[in-house]
C-alpha cells in the first residue's frame, strides 16, 4: 500500500512505517519511568496559578504605595482634589476591563493614597483625633470579617448579595441627591455633611449616624465579597495575575470602609 503523501503524516515516524521501530528505540527505561513517578507535581507557583500567598503579597504592595502617596497627600493636603479625580476614572477602568493591567491598578493604589491622605489631612485639622480613631476602627473591622470568612461563619450567599447590591444602589442615589443639595446651598443642607448633618426627629441623632452605619455594614459585605473572590480564584486556578485584581478589589473596600468611618467619627464630633 502506498505511503501517504500528505507532508504532515509522510514527515512523522508515527506513518512512515517505521513507528513502531521508533516507538521501541525511544521508550523510556523502568528507571526513567520510575524517577518520572516519583516527581513532585507542579505547584500552583510552578503553573503560573493564583495562591494565597502571592495574591497576600500583591495586595500588600498595593498599600504600600497607597501608604507612601497618602503620606505626600498627607503634606499637600490639596492634592485629594487630583487623587479623587484620577482615582476615579482609573477605578471604573480597572473595574471593567476584562484583563487585569497592572500599571493602571499601581496607578489607582497611588491616586487612591493622594485622596486618602489629603482628605485625612483635612479632617483632622477639623476635628483632632479623628484619623487615628478612622484607622483603628477599618483595622478592627478587617480583621473581625476576616477571621469570621477564614473560620466558614461569614459567607456570601446569593441572597444578601442581592440586598446587598439593592442596598447599594439606595446609597449612592442618597449620596449624589445629599451632594447636589449641598452644590445648590438647599436649607435642608445646611450643615457640614448635608443632610448627614441633620437631627432625627425627635432625637439628638444626627441622620448621618444611621446613614454611616448602614454604609459600614454594605461595605463589610463587600469585603466579605472580595475574600469569596479570591477564595474561588484559587480553587479554580485563575492565572496569577488575577491576584493583582483581588488585591484592587479589596483596597476599593477598605478605603471606602475608612472614608465611611472618617466621616462618622466627624459627624459624632460635630454633635457633641
Known amino acids: ?3 501517504s503523501s500528505n507532508p504532515a503524516f509522510s514527515n512523522s515516524s508515527a506513518f512512515n512505517g517505521r513507528g513502531d521501530v521508533a516507538a521501541r528505540v525511544n521508550a ?3 528507571q526513567e519511568l520510575d524517577e518520572l513517578y516519583n516527581r513532585p507535581s507542579a505547584t500552583p507557583v510552578d503553573t503560573q496559578r493564583m495562591t494565597y500567598e502571592d495574591t497576600i503579597v500583591k ?6 504605595v497607597l501608604l507612601a502617596t497618602a503620606a505626600v497627600g498627607w503634606f499637600v493636603p490639596g492634592l485629594f482634589i487630583v487623587g479623587m479625580i484620577a482615582g476615579l476614572v482609573l477605578g471604573l477602568i480597572n473595574t471593567f476591563k476584562r484583563q487585569p493591567s497592572v500599571p493602571l491598578i499601581v496607578g489607582y493604589a497611588a491616586a487612591e493614597g493622594l485622596f486618602v491622605g489629603g482628605i485625612s489631612s483635612l479632617f483632622e485639622r477639623i476635628w483632632p483625633g479623628v484619623v487615628v480613631q478612622a484607622v483603628i476602627a477599618t483595622l478592627v473591622t478587617v480583621g473581625v470579617v476576616l477571621a469570621l470568612f477564614a473560620s466558614g461563619k461569614v459567607r456570601a450567599s446569593a441572597r444578601a448579595t442581592k440586598i446587598f447590591l439593592v ?3 439606595a446609597y449612592l442615589l442618597f449620596s449624589l441627591v445629599n451632594v447636589g443639595l449641598m452644590l445648590f446651598n438647599a436649607p435642608i443642607a445646611g450643615g457640614a455633611f448635608g443632610i448627614n ?4 426627629p425627635g432625637t439628638s441623632i444626627p441622620f448621618g449616624v444611621v446613614i454611616g452605619a448602614l454604609a459600614v455594614l454594605l461595605a463589610s459585605y463587600s469585603l466579605v465579597l472580595d475574600f469569596e473572590y479570591v477564595k474561588q480564584g484559587v480553587a479554580t486556578g485563575l492565572p496569577q495575575k488575577f491576584g493583582w485584581q483581588a488585591g484592587f478589589g479589596i483596597m ?11 466621616r462618622l467619627f466627624a459627624i459624632l464630633r460635630g454633635s457633641e
Not at 252 to 262: Q, R, S
Open 1 to 3: 500500500m502506498a505511503l
Open 28 to 30: 523510556p527505561s523502568p
Open 59 to 64: 495586595t500588600v504592595s498595593l498599600f504600600a
Open 167 to 169: 442596598a447599594m444602589v
Open 197 to 200: 448633618s441633620m437631627m432625627i
Open 252 to 262: 476599593v473596600t477598605v478605603v471606602w470602609l475608612y472614608v465611611e468611618f472618617l
